[in-house]
């Protein structure tokens, strides 16, 4: 179950052309606006909506649903000011509702009907409705082609000419995947005049040197633009060879992109202006926004709300700018000193300073730049917004983005799972102090914060994290260099055996191999003049570029290694042009990625030019080669892998469990820590095995509950707010007779200062681990696994995962963790039933899913052992739930 959204305003999507179209539910007073949207409506699109024309049946159809009753929801769409379309649906029976549209005929082609259509049916989805129906003219081709093409599951019946419809309101593979196609392609749109322009007007470009907007307007003539450019300044006539008007209403020409370089409080007047002119996109580098308070956020929105209303896509405010460094565009609308050079790695930074540090860096080591793009406040053009725009860049072979925070983290996630089946993405994510970390009283969401959220959601989608920005360039520039490793197995081959050692040492730390090389393999490589031949490969100080050519032809050759690192220190007995024309040519057909370092020839150049347009690149230290190979690695190995099913679970009570939760805030209407008898209810309806446990709040009633679970058994506190029971005295285990039992009984009550215990026998022997849900405001339900008992803190042995959970998402958890050998048997142990441990995280995680009121959980411990996984100790607290988004919709950022 999912808590039905209710947005207030309502929400602003990309129509296919690239314009903004908000969606909004109908309200009382649209009742004029529909009438006059009626007006505008064809006869023809009258009649294939209501099987006849009929203008009245038209007014009172739209009269009705402004009308405010139960029976009913409908969406408005508004486009360009009008009200342009209505969506509705009107309840039939128990999941089941009759929907219609109207739209009016100038938005024809837009896709609008799709968006109104995606929309209705995730309101549909969320109030509990799982199908929608409607009836249909044969011959009204569009509706049946919107219906036919949104990826939605639908039966179809024809009789005499109607066609009655029926549409599954799930999200299926298939709608997911069409959604996503329709929304990359409007993204692509709606940046075009963003990123390609024909003409860009820098507003606010002063007559001097070293303001913003004449610098801007500087690196935009000398960067070669092939548009045209013009300035916007009312006190000159031309600034920097470039014609200046004083208002962009004054330049001769439709301006596609606005860079405004004016003071905060006049951005929006001047957007408004652009907007006029009939201007597409702007990029806003004034500071004095949100950054700054209260009164800033206030600008921001006003900002926000008039390009909105004028379909301008907005890049900031408070940025560096973008570069585009195509032939055919050459834009640099940027305020920095670096210029770019083309080439496959596109960038977003959040940050001018350290989008500055990437261009530098990566000019410093050879690497081009598709495009580059300062987000700034991110007000409107986000993340997730150039990542799609890059996703279908054929120039853009690598994606990398600096980022401090997420506006939609799980939209996010499901558009890295996709896009990186094709193109890595690089992040490096700023603010990893520990500063977020949240209080609980679960170790589950004690456990959690931020960065925990961040990992979770980057190992889930086959985002490579990076520390540093350094390490982002130098993993790119292998990136972009096919092809990736197609194993572990590493060969370090070249003339600096100290070097060499450092690489394998580094390879050994970062989970690489070096595996010795065959004794035949060996033998080839004595003869091409190698001192040492077993991995590393050590040519002698005095090699010369035959033998390392030799050498490394024989390495390609065996079949036993999966990628290379050349180490090579240039003598006066070699010049480094031969030794980059050895390894150039002995890499252009290699199969295998083959990267570099040189060292002891400062002028060297960073990167080796390979016939076919490739360059490899060339790193000043051994450890910084196989960091940036071994990531290459780490990524192929994700994209490799398939991508993992949500497994069906069987022996799961939806009902039981709603009314468990139900009957719980009928009690406790605030939520709470759940008393252990219903928190094991709930557990027990999501199939997950339990030990179970009796109340008591005397010592007769502890003992006879002992008596009827049978000894031995355990005896802990029920005192609330007590995390950790053994810190306190508060547990007693192996409990063999009702004198030991009482004797405990006065023990634990006294420590916990409670008289409510709760007795259980006594689980079977195995390993202890901590099995946790807790919910995250941005980033959803997270599902941990880890290291249990009393250890749990002290180990901070875990593994966190967002929703939905793949079978290889759980399984790389339970992998992962440093007590997965325990579980298989460690040192002649018994293994534990690790497939019975799988379930109870995907049942968890089923759990976090259908109640949106699970606030926390902690299993601790779960104990697994051979004859399977069962929840000794129990920890939940539910709190009344709050709204969450659709994270599969198309819906732009909300300031």
Not at 422 to 437: E, H
Request: proline letters at 5%; glycine letters at 10%; aromatic letters at 4%.
């Amino acid at each position: 179950m999912t808590v039905v959204e209710q947005p207030g305003a309502g929400w602003d999507v990309l129509a296919s052309d690239g314009s903004v179209v908000r969606i909004r539910p109908v309200r009382v007073d649209d009742e004029p606006a529909l009438r006059a949207m009626n007006s505008r409506v064809s006869d023809e699109s009258i009649y294939l909506r209501f099987f006849g024309i009929n203008r009245m049946m038209a007014d009172e159809y739209t009269d009705h649903l402004a009308t405010e009753h139960d029976g009913h929801v409908a969406l408005v769409a508004e486009h360009a000011g009008d009200v342009v379309g209505i969506a509705s649906y009107e309840n039939l029976r128990s999941g089941e509702a009759e929907m219609a549209f109207l739209l009016q005929d100038s938005v024809h082609g837009k896709g609008i009907g799709t968006l109104l259509l995606e929309q209705l049916a995730a309101t549909a989805r969320e109030n509990g409705i799982q199908r929608l129906r409607a009836d249909t003219l044969g011959e009204n081709a569009k509706m049946l082609r919107v219906l036919a093409d949104s990826g939605f599951e639908q039966v179809r019946r024809l009789d005499s000419g109607v066609v009655e419809l029926v549409l599954d309101t799930a999200y299926h593979p298939l709608t997911l995947e069409k959604m996503a196609d329709r929304e990359r392609a409007a993204e692509n749109r709606s940046l075009q005049r963003l990123f390609a322009p024909r003409t860009v007007a820098v507003i606010g470009a002063g007559r001097t040197p070293g303001g913003i907007g004449h610098e801007v307007l500087r690196n935009i003539v000398s960067g070669g633009f092939t548009g045209t450019t013009y300035a916007v300044n009312p006190h000159a006539s031309v600034i920097a060879g470039v014609a200046a008007y004083p208002s962009i209403g004054a330049v001769p020409d439709t301006v596609d992109l606005a860079v405004i370089a004016v003071p905060a409080e006049q951005v929006a007047d001047v957007l408004a202006q652009c907007g006029a002119a009939g201007a597409g996109g702007a990029v806003v580098l004034t500071a004095g926004f949100s950054e700054l308070g209260a009164a800033g956020r206030e600008l921001q929105r006003e900002m926000l709300a008039v390009a909105r209303r004028h379909s301008i896509r907005l890049i900031g405010p408070n940025c560096l700018g973008l570069v585009n460094t195509a032939a055919e565009i050459s834009l640099n609308a940027t305020f920095a000193e670096v210029s770019p050079s083309p080439g496959v790695l596109a960038i977003a930074a959040q940050s001018g300073a350290v989008g500055i540090a990437v261009l530098e860096h990566a000019g410093r080591t050879g690497l081009g730049i598709s495009e580059f793009v300062s987000l700034g406040n991110k007000v409107d053009v986000s993340g997730n917004d150039v990542l799609l725009h890059w996703w279908g860049d054929q120039r853009t072979a690598v994606i990398g983005l600096y980022l401090e925070s997420f506006g939609n983290p799980r939209k996010f996630g499901g558009l890295a799972r996709m896009i990186g089946r094709t193109k890595p993405i690089l992040i490096v994510k700023g603010g990893r102090s520990a500063g977020g970390r949240r209080a609980g009283a679960s170790h589950t969401a004690a456990a959690a914060t931020p960065e925990t959220a961040v990992d979770a959601l980057f190992a889930q989608s086959g985002v490579l994290r990076m520390d540093t920005i350094e390490e982002l360039v130098e993993t790119a520039r292998v990136l972009a260099v096919p092809p990736l490793p197609r194993g572990r197995r590493l060969a370090v081959v070249g003339n600096a055996g100290g070097a060499g050692i450092l690489a394998a040492d580094a390879a050994g730390r970062l989970g690489l191999e070096l595996p010795e090389l065959s004794e035949s393999v060996q033998h080839r490589l004595e003869e091409a003049g190698a001192v040492a031949t077993g991995n590393p490969v050590d040519l002698g100080a005095a090699a010369s570029p035959t033998s390392l050519a030799q050498a490394l032809q024989v390495i390609m050759d065996s079949g036993e290694i999966d990628s290379i690192v050349v180490n090579y220190a240039v003598t006066r007995a070699g010049r480094v042009e031969d030794i980059y024309a050895t390894i150039a040519a002995a890499a252009a057909p290699a199969e295998l990625p083959i990267v570099v370092n040189c060292v002891g020839s400062p002028h060297a150049t960073p990167e080796i030019a390979l016939p076919d347009g490739r360059r490899l690149p060339v790193f000043a230290f051994p450890e910084s080669a196989v960091r940036a190979l071994a990531h290459a690695l780490r990524y192929a190995e994700w994209r490799a892998r398939p991508q993992g099913v949500v497994p069906e679970l069987s022996r799961v009570d939806t009902a039981g469990t709603r009314g468990v939760v139900r009957r719980y805030f009928e009690q406790s209407p605030d939520g709470g820590w759940v008393d252990p008898r219903q928190a094991n209810q709930l557990l027990r309806r999501a199939g997950i095995s339990v030990i179970p446990v009796a109340t008591a709040s005397s010592r007769a009633e502890a003992i006879a509950a002992a008596e009827q679970a049978g000894y031995p058994v355990a005896l802990k506190t029920a005192a609330p707010g007590v995390v950790h029971k053994t810190d306190i005295g508060g547990v007693r285990i192996g409990l063999a007779n009702a004198v030991q039992l009482g004797k405990a009984y006065e023990e634990v009550t006294s420590a916990a200062g409670d008289p409510h215990v709760v007795v259980q026998a006594m689980a079977p022997s195995g390993t202890e681990l901590v099995i946790g849900t807790v919910r995250d405001r941005l980033f959803g339900p997270l599902v941990m696994a880890g290291s249990g008992g009393t250890l749990t803190d002290l180990l901070a042995d875990r593994q966190w995962r967002g929703l939905p959970l793949t079978d290889l998402d759980a399984a790389d958890m339970v992998r992962s963790l440093r007590c997965a050998p325990l579980l298989a048997g460690y040192r002649g142990a018994d293994a534990a039933d690790q497939a019975a441990v799988l379930d109870v995280i995907h049942r968890i995680a089923w759990l976090a899913e259908q109640v949106p009121e699970l606030a926390e959980l902690d299993i601790n411990p779960l104990v697994a052992g051979p004859s399977g996984a069962f929840a000794v100790d129990v920890r939940m607290r539910l709190t009344p739930a709050v709204p969450e988004p659709d994270w599969h919709a198309r819906r732009l950022r909300e300031d």
